[in-house]
């Protein structure tokens, strides 16, 4: 339990205050909306699951968006269905996930020293399409730029994708990570994630950290990710003041093993049975 921990709330929010950081949470969302050290906020916009991708060109020849197209919006439009506290310092949120009978858990632990583990549980339920993602997504102002993680390099890689990187430390900005590909789709992801820290140039920013038994995948978009869907051509695609963060457990591979709109083998894909579990911290600088 950290000293000097302070909680309030109103009928829509709950405030954890532990020295010069504050956290903020939504009582019907489970969201993280607020993340600040001092005055400086960290989020432009709040930390929330998400389970869908921007299709690639593999996914637009073999009906992806009809076959796992529930999860566009679920992650963001997960409604909390309890909340509990089981310890002075952590916050449990149960969640009901509108993609067939889905439901889920995030539970946050303000740790001593200020930072903020993450426990997420999904159990997909009913008539639903394989999950093209499992993770969290926020995003933060254009600001932070330097991206810098240790996992595979020094380019992209995705679950099938990832022979010819190499495991280290490795750093880049958020435009070298973005690939633009002829059509945009989903680009920038890093696997076998130990940390992943966006920060900007005075190295102030957000650092994911895997917990337990699992790494992390994840990285940036230099845009929203509705950015990356319905443009013809890479110059489409809008300049924002903003920065898209993933951290993820987990994203199916992109597939194309024998021609054009293969899908991925069935070991990369993500199927909507069971329990998955992951854990991370969040640490602001």
């Not at 509108?98 to 426990?119: E, M």
């Not at 337990?212 to 110059?235: F, I, K, N, Q």
């Not at 293969?262 to 969040?282: C, D, M, Q, V």
């Amino acid at each position: 339990m950290p000293e000097n921990l302070k909680a309030s709330e109103d009928n829509r929010l709950i405030i954890y205050d532990h020295e010069d950081k504050t956290f903020v949470f939504d009582k019907t969302t489970g969201q993280l909306t607020s993340y600040k050290i001092g005055d400086r906020e960290l989020l432009a916009s709040p930390l929330h699951l998400n389970f869908w991708r921007p299709p690639v060109d593999n996914d637009r020849a073999n009906n992806f968006g009809t076959r796992s197209g529930m999860w566009r919006n679920a992650g963001t439009d997960a409604t909390v269905t309890k909340i509990t506290k089981p310890t002075p310092n952590a916050l449990s949120f149960d969640l009901e996930i509108p993609a067939g009978g889905t439901t889920g858990n995030i539970t946050y632990t303000i740790g001593k020293h200020g930072f903020l583990n993450i426990d997420v549980a999904i159990t997909p339920k009913g008539k639903v399409g394989p999950i093209p993602r499992l993770g969290m997504q926020c995003t933060v102002p254009n600001t932070y730029k330097q991206v810098s993680w240790f996992g595979n390099g020094p380019h992209e890689t995705y679950a099938d994708r990832k022979a010819g990187s190499i495991l280290g430390r490795w750093t880049a900005t958020t435009d070298d990570l973005f690939f633009p590909y002829l059509e945009p789709q989903e680009t920038g992801n890093l696997t076998d994630l130990r940390t992943l820290s966006l920060l900007n140039a005075e190295g102030q920013g957000l650092t994911a950290t895997a917990l337990g038994e699992h790494l992390l995948s994840g990285g940036t978009y230099p845009c929203l990710m509705s950015d990356l869907e319905g443009r013809r051509h890479p110059v489409d695609i809008p300049k924002r003041d903003v920065v898209t963060l993933n951290i993820d457990h987990k994203q199916m591979g992109v597939g194309g093993t024998n021609s054009w709109g293969a899908r991925p083998l069935p070991k990369y894909e993500i199927s909507p049975t069971g329990t998955y579990k992951w854990s991370f911290r969040l640490q602001g600088e």
